[in-house]
């Protein structure tokens, strides 16, 4: 039986994404206060970086899971959930 690696698993999943309505958004001038900067390392689709001095998701391949908001000490997070009938659709597990 073959293991499907996690970029195998991720490419399973489907998101219905509501174009234009970002359901995290950031607060930048918090985030340049930040000295650890967690959201870069613990989203587990990996979708933080850090361009031009400031920190940009890309939302729309979000797995709601929550962890960005968990270890955001700065409190420079606004998460929500989705609205219904968007975001992730698991298919497998």
Request: proline content about 3%; overall charge negative; glycine content about 10%.
């Amino acid at each position: 039986m073959n293991r499907l690696s996690i970029s195998d698993k991720l490419a399973l999943d489907k998101f219905e994404v509501d174009e234009g309505v970002p359901h995290i958004n950031i607060n930048n001038d918090l985030c340049k206060t930040c000295v650890s900067k967690n959201c870069l390392r613990v989203c587990p689709a990996g979708l933080y970086s850090e361009q031009d001095s400031g920190i940009i998701v890309e939302w729309a391949g979000c797995l709601e899971c929550g962890t960005c908001r968990a270890v955001c000490s700065q409190g420079a997070l606004d998460w929500k959930y989705p609205r219904g009938g968007f975001g992730i659709i698991y298919r497998q597990g």
